[in-house]
């Protein structure tokens, strides 16, 4: 199927571009302020199959241009991301009328975020191996949840947690696994400890459950269809998203480049000619994202993902897009030489550990081939799942 943009879709492109210029710099330091704004415009939910939670929704090729414009305008970073394209779709898809009237509406005006309970320390990549349960009070009414998450982005700031917790204890592997629905207020139930990574900031976090609660009705799919609802989660992973993350990938792209030019670098033929095969392959990686979207038709929502699609697409879209950003990285460093190697300013005691933009996007990007599904997970996908050779040996 051709992708393309309408008169209608470029109108959208207008209507959002003017709104993120007026927007975008007011509420840069507080997060959760600059979500209320979105939702109170109606910006949260665009792909979601079905309005009437607060939210509007919005043709594929609009979602693009939304994406696109967003990355375009420098906003700030988002919080509820979790929620608005992992959480969201996946009720829609599998939870009950009562659970999307309470969890959807919050999410689309931005008030309540969400992070993502999936990884443990002993699992790995391995999501069957988890071991974190579940087990019912006595009174049937909760469940307590006890064991320990790994590597959980927004913890810290979130309000609640979809956490994969087993609560059949005698099942393994996918077996009697479950999708609950956690609050993250229980203090002394639930503990949250930022992990300082190499840039010196604090994007993930562990969390430790001890006995947390979590209501009986707040499980999704129910009882022991965790490993179903999580698969389905993951089909909502990448998308639409992917675009808009190659617009900033343009950026940095860009400056890498002005480096090389101030620093003499583009005169060495081979830094020239790894700086031509980045854009190459960036404009290669736009084209075959936009061609695994016009497949999928033109108004597809992100909450019909799933099934849809070129099987092992989004495997294929991760190995392709974490490979580039972390060349770009190595890139950046040698371009700037000798200088990579300081920092933008002297050491002190109120700054011992400062890095330019450059220099953290190079230590950054070390975390991109493992994080959401390491490359070695992603090949095991695509052999699997497309090319049908025979399945790893477990044990």
């Known amino acids: 199927m051709q992708f393309g943009f309408t008169e209608e879709d470029e109108r959208f492109r207008a209507e959002a571009r003017a709104w993120l210029g007026a927007h975008a710099d007011h509420t840069r330091e507080d997060r959760r302020a600059w979500e209320r704004a979105l939702g109170g415009a109606g910006w949260i939910g665009l792909g979601w199959p079905e309005s009437g939670y607060g939210n509007r929704t919005a043709t594929l090729t609009q979602q693009v241009v939304w994406a696109e414009e967003y990355a375009r305008s420098a906003a700030p970073p988002r919080c509820g991301h979790i929620g608005e394209n992992l959480l969201a779709p996946t ?3 599998h939870g009950t009328a009562a659970q999307k009237s309470r969890f959807l509406p919050p999410i689309a005006t931005g008030e309540e975020l969400w992070c993502q309970g999936y990884s443990e320390p002993d ?4 999501l069957a191996g988890v071991r974190t349960t579940a087990v019912r009070d006595p009174d049937g009414t909760h469940y307590r949840v006890t064991g320990q998450k790994i590597w959980t982005s927004l913890a810290h700031e979130a309000d609640w947690c979809f956490v994969l917790a087993r609560t059949d204890t005698g099942a393994r592997r996918h077996h009697g696994l479950s999708f609950l629905l956690v609050p993250m207020d229980q203090p002394g139930r639930i503990e949250v400890r930022p992990i300082r990574q190499m840039t010196g900031t604090s994007d993930f976090n562990e969390v430790f459950f001890d006995g ?3 209501r009986v009705e ?9 490993w179903r609802v999580a698969m389905s989660l993951l089909g909502f992973e990448r998308g639409v998203s992917t675009l808009a993350m190659q617009i900033g990938f343009a950026q940095e792209l860009g400056k890498v480049v002005r480096t090389a030019l101030d620093t003499g670098a583009a005169d060495d033929p081979v830094l020239r000619d790894l700086l031509v095969r ?29 099934a849809a699609g070129e099987a092992g697409a989004p495997s294929v879209a991760k190995l392709l897009w974490a490979g580039w950003h972390q060349r770009l990285g190595e890139l950046a460093m040698r371009v700037r030489g ?3 190697s300081a920092g933008p300013a002297d050491w002190s005691p109120a700054a011992p550990y400062e890095l330019d933009e450059l220099q953290h996007l190079f230590l950054f990007t070390r975390a991109e081939t493992v994080y959401g599904g390491s490359d070695q997970i992603q090949r095991t996908i695509v052999a699997e799942r497309v090319l049908g050779l025979p399945r790893e040996p477990k044990g």
């Open 278 to 306: 980045q854009w190459a392959e960036l404009r290669t990686m736009r084209w075959n994202a936009l061609r695994t979207l016009g497949g999928t038709g033109r108004t597809r929502r992100t909450g019909e993902a799933g």
């Open 218 to 226: 707040h499980v999704v799919g129910g009882e022991g269809a965790g």
């Open 338 to 340: 000798a200088a990579a």
């Open 123 to 126: 699992a790995g990549s391995d």
């Open 212 to 214: 947390a609660r979590a």
């Open 91 to 93: 009720l829609l898809a």
